[in-house]
């Protein structure tokens, strides 16, 4: 009778000590796999693999060959390919011999009949009759043949489905999948500290950026914008008293001001770090664009006159070209270079308003929001688009970290999480700010970009773990609407945001790592 282990007796007693059994010799320790098989009678490797195991070693085709046509629970898939890889062998080893008509009989009478493809079977015939490449040019060197073999078995193991063999290292893969089913579910996981294996993992929220840890009262007027470099060493804020500024991180966590930059006439409404951190662009309405330095605080290069009117601007990811996006439909979508040259641009009359856009970390996606409801993902080297309609007006966007996904505000007091692959017919959506009259800003972020914050009109901080639509956490502080929000990317545990109470506020753990 089965033995099953287990509270729930799930686990078949002869598998799991067949995967332990393989885990030993994987991990380098054979005498205890040894010592293990012979106490419990159980054998890492199968009647049926040791079998194919022998003919291989000595040499048996024929034999090896009859017992894979007689092996049960194999798809015609499998054992084609199992016997195509045997084959190959039995081809390279008289090839190598000079056994030429025998070669060629392989070839044309077992090989070719085998449903591997037509492509498989030529491949073999011009990559094999070339020795040199295959390190075959020894004659009839036992070593040389010997580790052709090992490798035929080792292809074979993989080929072939349990319980003939085991997946490569399967104790290890169940273990990291019972730990990632932990994390799964673990709403507030954001350490990057190892899970133990002594104790179910759960996180209580004390590495979670639920308590202000810091004030920056610098901007003397209300602050729309804050993101963070993508080294995590810096913040950027941009306000209405028309100003910017530069902050640094420290190594203890707290900020501290590293540059104002001032040449802007009218409120500063974004702003946008070059992937390599040295740039920083900065833009308003009916405003210039500026190209600032990051290291020294100076401005770089002015486009664009007093009427232009930007409204976002996202970097190339070699820092030396952006695109910019307007709210007037005759200057659309502009692409330039860091010394001021126009490069391509989108527009016309009957495109919309640009409210927001992005590209991709590959470069190769422009992903725009407009006015009249539409995101558009733009294939920037084909000129392929996709368009995606919302229902209600939208205000933002922002990338995941991992470039798979991005997020889009719409005033109906909605997030909607979309993929940038175009697989998901209908949005992740998350509830529970509040937007009906700005442009709030949101943004992905944690460890995994596993969390989205916003912020929101009644002054306070919104944080949902993606997997759900309700928020995790509401972080009160701000004493009016919070603008915008931004989470370092290198610090799982900093946030930052924005508000019209003239404030940022910087978020960390409660309670500090040990």
């Given at each position: ?6 509270s729930?007796?799930l686990?078949?007693k002869?598998?799991f000590?067949r995967?332990i059994?393989?885990?030993l010799?994987s ?7 040894v010592c ?5 009678g ?6 049926e693999?040791e079998t194919?195991e022998?003919?291989?070693r ?6 090896c060959i ?15 390919s199992?016997?195509?890889l045997?084959?190959?062998q039995?081809?390279?080893?008289n ?14 009478k077992?090989?070719?009949?085998l449903?591997?493809g037509?492509?498989?079977?030529h ?5 094999l ?23 035929l ?7 072939l489905?349990p319980?003939?063999?085991?997946p ?10 019972a730990?990632?089913s ?12 190892g899970i133990?294996l002594?104790e179910d993992?759960h996180?209580d929220?004390?590495?979670f950026?639920?308590?202000?840890i810091q ?8 602050v729309?914008y804050?993101?963070?470099s ?11 008293d028309?100003?910017?500024?530069i902050?640094k991180v420290l ?14 006439q ?7 770090w070059?992937p390599?951190d ?7 309405n ?9 290291e020294?605080?100076t ?5 664009g ?5 930007i ?7 070699d820092?030396?070209?952006f ?7 005759e200057?659309?979508?502009y692409?330039?270079?860091?010394e001021?040259?126009?490069i391509?641009s989108w527009k ?8 927001d ?22 294939n920037?080297g084909t ?8 229902a ?11 470039g798979?996904f ?7 007091q909605?997030i ?15 509830k ?6 700005y442009?709030i ?10 969390f989205i914050a ?8 919104y ?7 309700k928020?995790i956490e509401i972080?009160?502080g ?7 929000v ?14 019209d109470?003239?404030t940022?506020?910087?978020w960390?753990?409660?309670v500090?790592?040990?």
């Open positions: 009778m089965e033995t099953n282990l287990g729930k007796q686990i078949k002869h598998e000590l995967v059994i393989q885990c010799y991990l380098g320790y054979g005498k205890s796999a293990l098989e012979s106490e419990s159980i054998a890492y490797k199968s009647v693999f194919l022998s003919h291989i000595y040499a048996n085709w024929d034999a009859d017992t894979l046509n007689t092996l049960n629970g194999l798809s015609s898939d499998t054992r084609a199992a016997l195509f045997v084959l190959k039995l081809f390279v080893e090839l190598n011999r000079g056994e030429d008509s025998i070669t060629l009989e392989i070839l044309q077992r090989i070719s009949g449903e591997v037509r492509e498989t079977v491949n073999l015939a011009f990559g009759l070339a020795l040199k490449e295959l390190g075959l040019d020894k004659g009839d060197d036992p070593d040389v043949v010997d580790k052709f073999r090992k490798d078995l080792m292809e074979l193991e993989k080929a489905p319980p003939i063999t085991l490569d290292r399967r104790l290890e893969y169940l273990v990291e999948m730990l990632w932990q994390i799964d579910k673990c709403v507030f996981h954001n350490s990057v500290d133990s002594y993992h996180c929220g004390s590495q950026p639920i308590k202000t004030i920056l009262t610098n901007h003397i007027n209300e729309c804050v993101q963070f993508n080294n995590g060493s810096y913040l950027a804020s941009s306000s209405s028309k100003t910017a500024i902050w190594d203890d966590g707290k900020l501290t001001q590293r540059h104002v930059l001032r040449s802007h009218k409120p500063v409404s974004f702003v946008a070059s390599d040295t740039m920083l662009l900065t833009c308003g009916i405003e210039v664009l500026n190209l600032w330095d990051v020294t605080g401005c770089k290069h002015t486009y006159d007093a009427g232009f009117i409204s976002s601007c996202a970097w190339f990811p820092s030396k070209r695109v910019c996006g307007s709210s007037d439909p200057k659309g979508i692409m330039w270079d860091c001021g040259n126009e391509r016309g009359m009957r495109m919309p308003k640009v409210l856009l992005a590209i991709t970390a590959d470069g190769e996606k422009l992903i725009s929001i407009f006015s009249d409801r539409d995101i558009r993902i733009l920037v000129s392929a688009e996709r368009v995606i309609s919302e209600h007006p939208l205000t933002s966007l922002s990338l995941s970290g991992d798979k991005f997020i889009v505000n719409l005033n109906s909605e909607h999480m979309w993929d940038i692959a175009g697989k998901w017919l209908s949005p992740l959506k998350f529970g700010h509040r937007q009906d009259k442009g800003r949101s943004c992905f972020g944690g460890l995994d970009s596993t916003s912020g929101s009109e009644d002054s306070k901080v944080i949902w773990n993606r997997r759900g639509s928020p972080l009160c701000h004493s009016m609407t919070v603008n915008c931004s989470w370092n990317p290198k610090r799982p545990q900093m946030l930052a945001s924005a508000s109470d003239q940022i506020r910087i960390g753990p409660n500090q790592s040990r």
